[in-house]
């Protein structure tokens, strides 16, 4: 296990009393063990696809050796993790734009890219699944968009030839895996449709759970963007690199979709403690290895002990299941609630579905006599 403590005289001494005297508790502890989920009024939180094991110990020590360096403005440390990505990546800095959480990188391409009026690319309609990752749809309601949401297919993968049909400029949205349904879109399809479509249509592959697919008929789109001008990559740091709470997320795309972006948003939209974790993170190659291992095994577990009672879940390929319950669904998350067990929220096009984060083991434990006890 590895540990970073902070006395709080250390950490008083770094931040400054004043913010010091804010934090409760008798000491700051960084910790990383398969049960270190935080568990707030001893509620189980499977309900938002996060990480249960946390950062990386790499990304908590950079923290740590930020604190001092919150007065300044993050400039570099925005440059050094975009170098960083960029070698990963395969691709130049200009081609990436850092977001605060990929959730920002969504509202950026809708605010650029949807709804009437002028943009150097093009705005239009915003063209997605359902169900899908719903905060576009709102941000680009928001920006007076028509919204057209089209039916995943029989195996829950993107319709694209409809969502190609559809598409008449504007922004196509394709989560990839899937949430809420964690499935994907196979490969080929998505790579058709993506040399097929008409440039003036701008495309957002969301690759938010990315490290947690395993398919061979999964791949990143990435490698595709040096012949796409049109194609957009969400990624973040949310997920896999357990930050949530930090907000770290990116696009890349070809440096001119990147300045539609850019010109939307703020400046130093990304602290720094979020960029020193991330870079950190990426220098961790357990943190993705382990994650991937302890998410497939709860999973497995869970999957297991549910068919056994009967319950068949959509193939997932993420951090997550969906649950075919072959009831309306909307009563029973209220009776696990009442459990302590917080699962996913109603999605109405799917409204016998259950959506459930895989926890740490210990916390599908907890789900399943939960489960057992509201079916009982
Ligand atoms: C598909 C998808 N995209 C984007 C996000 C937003 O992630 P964040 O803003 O934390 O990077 C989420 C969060 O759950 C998600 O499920």
Known sequence: ????????????????????????GPAFT?????????????????????????????????MKEAF????RYPDEHADALLATLAKENGVEAEQILLGNGSGEILKLCAAAFTGPGNSKIGRGPLVVADPTFEAIVKHASVNGAEIVKLPLTDTFAHDLAKM???????????CNPNNPTASITPKEELRQFISDLPRETMILVDEAYFHYADSPEYESVIPLIDDHPNLIVARTFSKIYGMAGLRCGFAIAQPEAIEGMQAEQPWDSVNIMALVAARASLEDAKQVTDG???????????LRELERLGYESIPSQANF??????????????????RKVQVGRLFPALPNHMRVTIGTQREMEAFLSAFREVLA
């Open 1 to 24: 296990m590895n540990t970073v403590t902070i006395s709080r005289r250390r950490f008083a001494h770094l931040l400054g009393a004043g913010a010091a005297t804010a934090l409760a």
């Open 68 to 71: 001092a360096l919150s007065c």
């Open 321 to 338: 299941i969906m649950v075919d319950m072959k009831r309306l669904v909307a009563p029973l998350l209220q009776d696990m609630k009442q």
């Open 292 to 302: 991937r291992r302890l998410n497939r095994d709860a999973k497995t577990f869970v």
């Open 30 to 62: 960084f910790a990383r063990t398969p049960q270190a989920a935080p568990v707030r009024n001893g509620i189980i939180r499977l309900s938002s696809n996060e990480n249960p094991y946390g950062p990386s110990p790499k990304a908590l020590s950079a």
């Open 164 to 174: 190609a049909a559809a598409a008449t400029g504007g922004l196509v949205y394709i």
